[in-house]
């Protein structure tokens, strides 16, 4: 079997295919990654979508230049990490916000719980010193 039987769609040695997509050499499409690594920060690169080391073809591509410096390199990556962990912030913001609109449904249905069971043991209350008034009275009338 050719590899271009495996491959029917390829039409260059590049792996391209008609709607400009790409294969690795295993068939797999792939599409451009971005690597947020502190030496290739910012940097898009093509690769096997396999995870497995042992399994994966050997296809690895930049598709940009990288930073002209290290100091680039590191403001890039420091500025990545910092969007990042406002992402994650800002996610957890989310979260607590929801959480505490839960919470105050809670408390809402808590405290109307809370107002019934008042009225009822003052209810009880009433009725408990009726009967006490009720007990002393025919207790003053024994004597
Ligand atoms: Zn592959």
């Not at 010193?129 to 207790?139: A, Q």
Request: net charge positive; charged share 30%.
């Amino acid at each position: 079997m050719s590899s271009a039987s495996f491959h029917p769609r390829r039409n260059n040695r590049n792996n391209v295919l008609r709607d400009g997509e790409r294969l690795c050499y295993c068939g797999f499409r792939i599409n451009p990654r971005t690597s947020w690594t502190r030496k290739n920060p910012g940097r898009r690169f093509l690769s096997c979508p396999i995870v497995d080391d042992k399994r994966k073809c050997q296809l690895y591509q930049f598709l940009d230049e990288g930073l002209p410096t290290q100091y680039y390199k590191d403001l890039v990556f420091q500025l990545h990490n910092k969007l990042k962990s406002l992402k994650e912030e800002s996610e957890i913001e989310a979260d607590l916000y929801e959480e505490g609109i839960n919470l105050k449904a809670e408390l809402k249905e808590a405290n109307e719980k809370l107002q019934v069971y008042e009225r009822v043991f003052i209810w009880m209350l009433g009725v408990f010193l009726g009967m006490c008034f009720v007990i002393c009275v025919l207790v003053l009338q024994s004597f």
